[in-house]
């Protein structure tokens, strides 16, 4: 658990525990009749205002620590698929997804990602599905397709693709 959700917990028990302490007392005071409903009504309305801060607060901390538990685990997994890739050289995409535990689909976005980072240099044959790790100043010059031999043309920023085979290259 991180630090953001972990204060928010707390936060959330110390504006529960304040909630209950001041209605305990307020309710002991209104039977023993050394308060009035009116007075109660007031008291209360004023312990609110600690009360709803700091829930409030630990809600919003909460939210947020969530928030970033998931980023974590997104770039945790971009590095993870940084290191397999350039420790094996090439890695079915099948294998990389089932050792990430994400589907293709957001296989595909985190490669993208790396890519626009400029992080990954390789090339990916969709067809195959093999994902390849290769020295960027290789991709830069080439001009054919490394899988079928045809033309290869730009189609995003880092990333050049074969109109034949649609085998795609990353570029950093």
């Not at 890519?115 to 001009?143: C, H, M, P």
């Not at 074969?162 to 795609?168: I, R, S």
């Amino acid at each position: 658990m991180n630090t953001g959700r972990l204060v928010g917990i707390i936060l959330i028990a110390i504006g529960f525990g304040i909630a209950v302490i001041a209605g305990l007392w307020l309710a002991l005071q209104v039977s023993g009749q050394q308060l009035t409903a009116t007075g109660a009504l007031v008291g209360s309305g004023l312990a609110f205002i600690p009360v709803g801060l700091l829930t409030g607060l630990g809600i919003f901390m909460f939210v947020r620590g969530g928030r970033e538990a998931e980023e974590e685990s997104v770039m945790h997994k971009q590095r993870r698929l940084l290191d397999i890739v350039k420790s094996r050289g090439e890695v079915p995409v099948t294998d990389l997804a089932l050792e990430l535990g994400v589907n293709a689909d957001a296989l595909k976005s985190m490669i993208h990602q790396l890519v626009g980072l400029q992080v990954f240099s390789g090339y990916i044959n969709w067809e195959k599905g093999i994902l390849y790790s290769s020295d960027a100043s290789q991709l830069r010059t080439l001009d054919k397709c490394k899988n079928c031999g045809g033309d290869i043309q730009l189609v995003g920023k880092g990333v050049v693709a074969c109109k034949f085979c649609g085998t795609e290259y990353f570029l950093t």
